[in-house]
Structure formats: structure tokens, C-alpha cells
């Protein structure tokens, strides 16, 4: 079965940048998602179709693609960014989605 | 806005069948642009992918998962549903309905156990 992998846990102090990546070998050709998850809440879209930002999603987050590797991009990291972050994409038919195992991201 | 709300039952026993339903407002189920998902995440655990069902009603499931689980959609009340069959303990988790990319129910506790 297709997977995507991230690294389990990601530091960075206050103010400097935060990088998760995820890959996947159908991610040259399907879009990826990335989702932040706070603790007894319910998922937040971050990022969608690699490097869009919606609407309310501050600035300092961005993404980007490069062969099968995605990676999310938090620049001048806050407190409040501490969560679980989470990209999910779909299979090379683009039927079967699938979620990365998630990346703590802890802010010193 | 979407708004996306799950219910159903919060304890099911052994073998037996997870059902829950959500409600959707602030949109109708039968426009196009959204995929109508359950998400489930086993307490201290990851998001696992349920299955989804398009506006047209066809339907597409976790293959791990595929032989227990139905998704349908009811038009006349805006909602979809999830059916788990022959559940076991490992299938305790927060259950979250979805509308693909940016619209989630806030999840709902689906505890297994006798």
C-alpha cells in the first residue's frame, strides 16, 4: 500500500524556521495537503495543492514541491505554531488517499 | 461556509456495527468541488482514511478497511453516514467527518468495548 513518510518530531526555536518534509513516490503527480492538528482538536488546513495558503492562514507558512519529496515551511516560528502537522495526498490513480504519519513540531 | 457535525453512537460492543452520520450545513451535499470523507484517529495516533463518497455517490475505501465499511449519502437530509461492521477494540478512535480540503467536523469519540 502507498505511503507517505515524515519525520516524527521536528525543534526549532522561537523565531527561526520550522521544515517538514513528506514523501511519497506518487507525489510528482498527485497534489499534497498539509494539516495542523492541536491537542483535542480537529485537523486545520495549512497548505493545499502543494504551495496554496487558504484564506486566515498567517504568511510565515508556505509549501513546496520537488520530486517526491513536499515540504511545509514555517518561517519565524511562534509559540502557537506547536501542534502535529500532518500531509495528505493520494495514490498515483489519485483513488486512494493516504496521511503521513504526522511531525511534532516542538517550539524550544 | 461548510459546517460538518457527526453523531451517533458513542460505545458499540464487539462484532458488532459503527454507525454515525453527519450533518452538513452551510452547503448542499449534491454540488461538486468536495469529497465526503470519514477520517478516523485511534487515541495517540495518526489520521487514518476512512473512505469518500462524490455528489455523484461513487465511493471509494481504505483498502485495509474496504470489506466492513459502507459510505452513503442521504440528499433529502444533507448528510452522509459511515457503517463499520464486525468492530474490535482497535477500532476505537476520534471519528471525523470531512469535506475535502478544508472542512471538518469536530469529531466524535467511537469507543469499542463489551
Known amino acids: 500500500s502507498y505511503e507517505l513518510t515524515q519525520p516524527p518530531s521536528v525543534s526549532v526555536s522561537p523565531g527561526q524556521t520550522a521544515r517538514i518534509t513528506c514523501s511519497g513516490d506518487?507525489?510528482?503527480?498527485?497534489?499534497a495537503y498539509w494539516y495542523q492538528q492541536k491537542p483535542g482538536q480537529a485537523p486545520v488546513l495549512v497548505i493545499y495543492?502543494?504551495?496554496e495558503r487558504p484564506s486566515g492562514i498567517p504568511e510565515r507558512f508556505s509549501g513546496s514541491s520537488s520530486g517526491t519529496t513536499v515540504t511545509l515551511t514555517i518561517s519565524g516560528v511562534q509559540a502557537e505554531d506547536e501542534a502535529d502537522y500532518y500531509c495528505?495526498?493520494?495514490?498515483?490513480?489519485?483513488?486512494?488517499?493516504?496521511f503521513g504519519g504526522g511531525t511534532k513540531l516542538t517550539v524550544l | 461556509q461548510l459546517q460538518l457535525q457527526e453523531s451517533g453512537s458513542g460505545l458499540v460492543k464487539p462484532s458488532q456495527t459503527l454507525s454515525l452520520t453527519c450533518a452538513v450545513s452551510?452547503?448542499?451535499?449534491?454540488?461538486?468541488?468536495?469529497?465526503w470523507s470519514w477520517i478516523r484517529q485511534p487515541p495517540g495516533k495518526g489520521l487514518e482514511w476512512i473512505g469518500y463518497?462524490?455528489?455523484?455517490?461513487?465511493?471509494y475505501y481504505n483498502p485495509s478497511l474496504k470489506s466492513r465499511v459502507t459510505i452513503s449519502v442521504d440528499r433529502s437530509k444533507n448528510q452522509f453516514s459511515l457503517k463499520l461492521s464486525s468492530v474490535t477494540a482497535a477500532d476505537t478512535a476520534v471519528y471525523y467527518c470531512?469535506?475535502?480540503?478544508?472542512?471538518w467536523g469536530q469529531g466524535t469519540l467511537v469507543t469499542v468495548s463489551s
Open positions: 470531512f469535506a475535502h480540503p478544508d472542512y
Open positions: 452551510g452547503g448542499s451535499i449534491s454540488s461538486g468541488g468536495y469529497s
Open positions: 463518497i462524490y455528489h455523484s455517490g461513487s465511493t
Open positions: 506518487a507525489l510528482p503527480k498527485q497534489y
Open positions: 495543492k502543494d504551495s
Open positions: 495528505q495526498s493520494a495514490d498515483s490513480s489519485g483513488t486512494f488517499w493516504v
